[in-house]
């Protein structure tokens, strides 16, 4: 049914159903209508194309590139502290010649030197065959090759806990559950690294509390995902040198996510006592 034709018969059910129960039924439809509406509406708008080139082998192909950011409505993506764009599959770039993939948002950041490296790193058994765009070669594959190529670049805890989260997450959209729960115990234990590192949680303890109280509950922990999402609802970030960013952004970002999810676990804990 076209969108239009959904609209008149909204209207039409408005002016036929007048009881209060109806009335309420009609609210619900509205709404489920309205997010329907503006989810597919986003979904058309959010991502441009643009011609780019390869910074390995120079080839040139289509990338998408989000027009502007976008809520992240997946309120378990939220509590994972992964967002828009990295919850949608564009996000993670590859070339379909070379197959050099990566995060968006460092595809280019490669010099003279890093590229030699990229070209002696074994790929072998992913993404194998032609693609006609690197949207057609599997999210997981792409992630698989990005992981390999970081790993040849100095990076830091933090660059690592948040690419583990992005993977699983991923991968468990695709179904790839025990994958998933290995880049999530990753995740977890990085977290709990940067935790007691003081050059990385002195004024961002609820950042970590919360990363690891998340991979708790994802690793079907929820006693202790309560106790470390609780006391992340708890504490104020106030950021620290290590990280140029919008503090105050931040902070109101984790505790509204934080509050959010701690309510969430403790419900789920009220239920499981009450059976
Ligand atoms: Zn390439």
């Not at 890093?114 to 790929?123: A, G, L, P, S």
């Not at 699983?168 to 935790?195: G, I, T, V």
Request: net charge neutral; glycine share 2%.
């Amino acid at each position: 049914m076209s969108y239009v034709a959904l609209f008149v018969t909204f209207i039409n059910d408005i002016r036929i159903n007048r009881c209060k129960s109806e009335q309420i039924e009609m609210k619900k439809y509205f709404l489920l209508l309205f997010f329907f509406l503006s989810t597919f509406l986003n979904a058309q708008t959010e991502w441009k194309k643009e011609n780019l080139k390869c910074p390995v082998c120079r080839h040139e192909q289509y990338y998408y590139v989000p027009v502007h950011n976008v809520v992240t409505i997946d309120i378990e993506a939220q509590y994972q502290l992964v967002f828009f764009p990295f919850t949608q599959h564009q996000s993670v770039f590859a070339c379909t010649k070379c197959k050099y993939s990566a995060l968006m948002d460092d595809f280019f950041n490669v010099d003279t030197n890093f590229v030699k490296k990229i070209e002696d790193i074994d790929i072998s058994g992913l993404a194998v065959g032609r693609f006609k765009s690197y949207l057609d070669m599997d999210v997981t594959d792409r992630l698989l090759i990005a992981e390999k190529i970081y790993k040849n670049k100095d990076l830091d805890d933090e660059f690592w806990c948040r690419f583990y989260r992005i993977c699983a997450y991923q991968f468990e959209r695709e179904d790839y559950d025990r994958e998933a729960e290995e880049y999530r115990e990753k995740a977890l234990e990085l977290s709990q690294k940067m935790l007691i590192d003081r050059s990385y949680s002195e004024g961002r303890e609820k950042e970590f509390l919360l990363i690891s109280g998340s991979m708790f509950y994802f690793l079907n922990e929820p006693d202790s995902a309560y106790t470390y999402v609780r006391e992340a609802s708890m504490r104020t970030y106030t950021g620290n040198s290590r990280k140029v960013e919008n503090v105050r952004a931040k902070e109101n970002l984790l505790t509204r996510v934080s509050q959010q999810f701690a309510v969430h676990l403790r419900k789920e804990k009220l239920e499981y006592y009450s059976k």
